[in-house]
């Protein structure tokens, strides 16, 4: 079974302060691809950073980076110095080589305090 | 990164009545296009997958026949609502990939809500 699981449904972070989003994955497929996107309040999907199962470090892409971690299944979002803008919701998602398809988790809503 | 356009981003009809949404991709050949719905602080919920030139892979619980869905060529896809009810407003994204490998980004419309009367 593929499964994408986001357990924060609301975060809240200080502007200036890094902050972690939480995604756990479970999938039979030895190859996939983990992305993260941000959907601001007008609903576009805006493509932040992508890792690979067989990339050897982890992905950064300017203020984040994804805590990739293989064994445990997780790759969590890291967003540094948060903004205002960064208030949004965040969604995980997987892609597994045999299946043409996204996973999405259910979702993460960041809110950054001034 | 590559853009996928999506006309109307917003849409009111009356209940009965049929609705087009378009999605192209602008600037790259999509082989694969995804149809989302999402309901209000939730998740996408796929309902459809469609390759150029084939016909829709639906996914379970999603009808086929009300949400007739066209990939006439690699630049575009069509989502034609029929019938519309108040059950079916929702916001309707696509998203399309250049390729069916694990590192192809989803590239994904601006969405479109739909409300029915």
């Known amino acids: ?114 | 990164g590559a853009v996928v356009s999506q006309h109307p981003s917003r849409v009111i009809c009356k209940s009965g009545t049929s609705v087009k949404i378009e999605c192209r991709s602008l600037d790259f050949q999509a082989t694969t296009m995804f149809w989302y719905r999402q309901f209000p602080k939730q998740s996408l919920m796929l309902m459809a997958t469609s390759n150029e030139g084939s016909k829709a892979t639906y996914e379970q619980g999603v009808e086929k026949d009300k949400f007739l869905i066209n990939h006439a060529s690699l630049t575009l896809s069509t989502l034609t609502v029929t019938s519309a009810h108040p059950e079916d407003s929702s916001f309707y994204i696509c998203s399309a990939s250049g390729g069916a490998a694990p590192n192809e980004k989803l590239f994904f419309g601006s969405g479109t809500q739909l409300s029915v009367l």
């Open chain 1, 1 to 114: 079974a593929q499964k994408i699981t986001q357990t924060q449904p609301g975060m809240f972070v200080q502007e200036k302060e890094a902050v972690t989003l939480d995604c756990t994955y479970d999938t039979s497929d030895p190859s996939y691809g983990l992305f993260w996107y941000k959907q601001p309040s007008s609903g576009e999907m805006i493509f932040l950073i992508y890792q690979g199962s067989y990339d050897q470090q982890n992905a950064t892409e300017g203020r984040y980076s994804l805590n990739f971690q293989k064994a445990r299944k997780s790759a969590n979002l890291v967003i540094s110095a948060s903004q205002l803008g960064d208030s949004a919701m965040y969604f995980c998602a997987m892609r597994p080589l045999n299946f043409n398809k996204f996973y999405f988790g259910s979702g993460t809503k960041l809110n950054v305090k001034p």
